[in-house]
């Protein structure tokens, strides 16, 4: 059986990594002086409610000796795999795994492990590891596999907006004169990801005009949605996310929408109230 590895950049549920025999590679995650592994030791909610109180969370990549271990086994093993990262542009962890399969390979040279850079992040992430997983049920080769998912990774479409400002200007994201404005005039940024990079696209006053927004970039850019499935990841905000789950039902009538808490290690940039919406774009052909 082929192997399927990811990062906890993906915010998949806790639950769907054992169900679906998904291992988990976590990034990790200080808060208040101690170091968590995402999803296995700390929960999300944890984590924004410290930010909530004052906290400044710091994170990190999957340590390399994580992956060692890992991509030892599966050579031992002989067995194949696929390790599907968080966007390169937002994380050392697909170059760190890179290194650390090139190292396992000069001493196991069998080794055959594909590791995909997504350049997606959250659930835009998290879809394609769930494609994997239905690929591999179907007993789709190794090479078919990283061919499929390379393709839908390269047309996953990412639109969010924040609600404080001050989380993005922390990371460099925005300018802390930006931030200060935004916060007085009630600002939203709308945000896409670009070749892995978060890329502010417009501005909007107001959350509910940012959502409009997005629903109008997601016609643009989706087309037909009716064999499509959208994810929605929130911070710690779920209630809002069943609101634009239900305006985007209403307007697009997609396949599915799934709804997922936006991770610690994401969260701990973008801050509590965030909204993501993801989708595959007009050309991507399953």
Known sequence: MMKIYTDSGCDLPKSYYE??????????????NNEYDDVLS?????????????????????????????FEDLAKSGEQGIYIAFSSELSGTYSTAVMIRNQVIEQYPTLKLAIIDSKCA?????????EAVQLRKTGTPLEEIETKVSSLASQMEHLFTVEDLDYLAKGGRVSKASAFLGGLLSIKPILNVEDGKLVPIEKSR???????????????????????????????????????????QEKFAPKEVQITMIGSVIGSHVGPGTIAIFFTNKSYQA
Do not use: C, W
């Open 42 to 70: 700390i929960d999300s909610k944890e984590v924004y409610d410290a930010i909530r109180q004052g906290a400044h969370p710091k994170t990190s990549q999957v340590s390399p000796e994580l992956f060692l271990k890992h």
């Open 19 to 32: 169900e679906n025999d998904v291992i988990l590679l976590p990034l990790r995650v200080q808060v208040n």
């Open 122 to 130: 959250s659930l835009g992430h998290g879809l394609i590891v769930q």
């Open 206 to 248: 107001g959350r509910k005009k940012a959502i409009a927004r997005m629903l109008d970039i997601m016609q643009e850019r989706g087309g037909d949605f009716s064999d499509k499935i959208v994810g929605i990841s929130h911070s710690d905000d779920e209630a809002f996310a069943n609101d634009v789950k239900a305006l985007i």
